[in-house]
């Protein structure tokens, strides 16, 4: 892990209904199972369904009396970006990972936190209205005709990156909800990802699947990987727990290493922690 800054995960789609937070708050709460300090900045101070999940998180923890792995949450409401990167400072000080999630439109902090991201983690449901989003197709042969402007400002800020600081960011490409696509248009989809990609510079991942759970899961905090608090689970919550550790090695982060729902906790989740 770098020794002066923490490791930056921002999650971003100017698409709303991607499961962008739902993947966040996974992902947080795996890197914490696997014994990292986790920090993370809500930037959607309006909906704040990052943070939320973490507040339900701790009144869970209260009200059973347990300790969870956790991050330490806050929501931004500043209104420059010279103030949210204060408060990524503050907050990811000691920190090995810094999440930061995006709220599911075009927004000049979001665009900020895409461009200053070590990993940028972009989920997107499996159809042509989400991939529209980074790039265009024709529409009789399904060939990408160009980039739209989301790709164009990521490849234009990868290239600022590399040039000054000598890093690139890593850009992944989440693909989510797969379950329900038609076979021909998985496929379709699958071809113009993997073109775009080339083009684009971004890697495809395979991500969480459209299921009952994860919206279940929401008032109590909980996450799949807390299977010691889940109480009897179906075939359905295995398989997605599956999904998750097949995400999370995807997404190659540092210190990667297999997730476990029975680690031991790195730190706490609760209402002090989920600071709003």
Same mark, same amino acid.
């Given at each position: 892990?770098?020794?002066?800054? &923490?490791? @930056? ?39 704040? %369904? ?28 500043? #209104? ?15 920190? +090995? ?7 599911? /439109? ?11 991201? +070590?990993?940028?983690?972009? &989920?997107?449901?499996? #159809?042509?209205?989400?991939? +529209? ?11 990408? @005709? ?11 800020? /990868? ?15 989440? @693909?989510?909800? %797969? ?29 969480? #699947? ?12 909980? %996450? ?37 729902? +029975?680690?031991?906790?790195?730190? &706490? ?8």
């Amino acid at each position: 892990m770098p020794d002066k800054a &923490p490791h @930056r995960i921002t999650f971003a789609n100017e698409k709303g209904g991607t499961g962008k937070s739902t993947t966040a708050v996974h992902v947080a709460v795996a890197l914490a199972y696997r014994g990292a300090k986790v920090a993370a900045i809500d930037l959607d101070p309006r909906q704040r %369904t990052f943070a939320r999940y973490f507040e339900n998180r701790g009144e869970t923890e209260v009200r059973r009396g347990i300790t969870l792995p956790g991050a330490k949450v806050e929501t931004f409401t500043g #209104s420059s970006v010279e103030e949210f990167e204060e408060a990524a400072r503050r907050l990811g000080e000691g920190a +090995d990972f810094l999440i930061v999630d995006t709220p599911g /439109r075009d927004d000049p902090f979001a665009r900020h936190a895409a461009t200053e991201a +070590d990993t940028l983690v972009t &989920p997107l449901n499996d #159809s042509f209205v989400d991939f +529209d989003l980074i790039g265009q197709v024709d529409a009789e042969t399904f060939k990408v @005709r160009r980039l739209s402007f989301y790709a164009e400002l990521i490849w234009d800020a /990868r290239k600022t990156r590399a040039l000054s600081r000598r890093q690139e960011i890593d850009w992944v490409v989440v @693909r989510n909800r %797969t379950g329900h696509v038609e076979a021909r248009n998985k496929l379709r989809i699958e071809k113009a990802l993997k073109e775009l990609s080339k083009r684009a510079g971004f890697r495809v991942a395979k991500g969480l #699947s459209e299921r009952v759970i994860y919206r279940e899961l929401f008032p109590s905090g909980l %996450t799949l990987l807390d299977k010691g608090h889940l109480g009897e689970l179906g075939t359905s919550h295995v398989v997605a727990r599956q999904e998750m550790r097949a995400l999370l090695s995807g997404l190659n982060l540092p210190q990667a290493g297999p997730v476990s729902g +029975d680690a031991r906790p790195s730190g &706490p989740s609760g209402p002090k922690a989920a600071a709003a």
